[in-house]
């Protein structure tokens, strides 16, 4: 039994490890990206430009919003960090934040998560900023922006939607496979040696 709980949960790991794939445009720029994982579920994200009303279905309620609580936006918002605005070979996102959709400023973009409605018309959201200096990006909560600031003349500011992901369809690998064979046969041992005792 211990055995296919095993492999059961390997194959959730594996699901779970699904690798982040950046969506970039033909000029480079970073307009979003897959598999996301924030606190183990795996999110598809993009960056967009505007007011959070147009952006987040009147940004009236707080069912408009991806997350409606602190700790989850928190948690989405170092998935950015550590996840998305990185440094590969898909390019240099975490040391040039003008490589970002939304953002042309070359010294640092702030991404907003906005979770909470504060006294009409007011939001409050984590803000993600990208510094170009390595060491200088950070989290913070921000409270104050308007459901009408426009990001759009805004050249260091954007906002990011958050969707789950379709439920990923991996290939098991070879290795899986057999693991999850194993279990199987083991349930079979099991059942069977529970049947002979009884
Ligand atoms: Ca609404
Ligand atoms: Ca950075
Ligand atoms: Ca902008």
């Known amino acids: 039994m211990r055995l296919l709980l095993t492999s059961l949960l ?3 790991s594996v699901q779970v490890n699904a690798t982040v794939i950046h969506n970039v445009d033909s000029n480079g720029i970073l307009t979003g990206a897959q598999n996301v994982d924030v606190l183990g579920t795996l999110y598809d994200v993009s960056f967009v430009d505007g007011t959070c009303a147009d952006l987040f279905d009147g940004c009236d309620e707080i069912t408009d919003f991806d997350f409606s609580d602190i700790s989850t936006a928190s948690a989405a918002a170092h998935a950015l960090l550590d996840q998305v605005l990185i440094d590969s070979v898909a390019g240099l996102f975490d040391t040039h934040p003008e490589s970002t959709k939304g953002c042309t400023f070359i010294e640092e973009c702030m991404t907003f ?4 409605l504060s006294t009409s018309p007011f939001i409050i959201g984590e803000g993600v900023f990208n510094n170009a200096i390595e060491g200088h990006d950070r989290t913070f909560t921000l409270a104050g922006r308007s459901s009408s600031d426009d990001t759009i003349p805004l050249t260091h500011n954007n906002y ?3 969707s789950v992901s379709p439920l990923p369809n991996p ?8 693991l999850f064979g194993s279990g199987l046969a083991g349930l079979g041992l099991w059942r069977y040696r529970k049947g ?3």
Do not use: A, D, H, Q
């Open 113 to 116: 998560i906005p979770y909470l």
């Open 10 to 12: 390997l194959l959730v």
């Open 160 to 162: 990011i939607r958050f």
């Open 196 to 198: 002979v005792k009884s």
């Open 171 to 178: 290939i098991p690998e070879p290795s899986t496979m057999l």
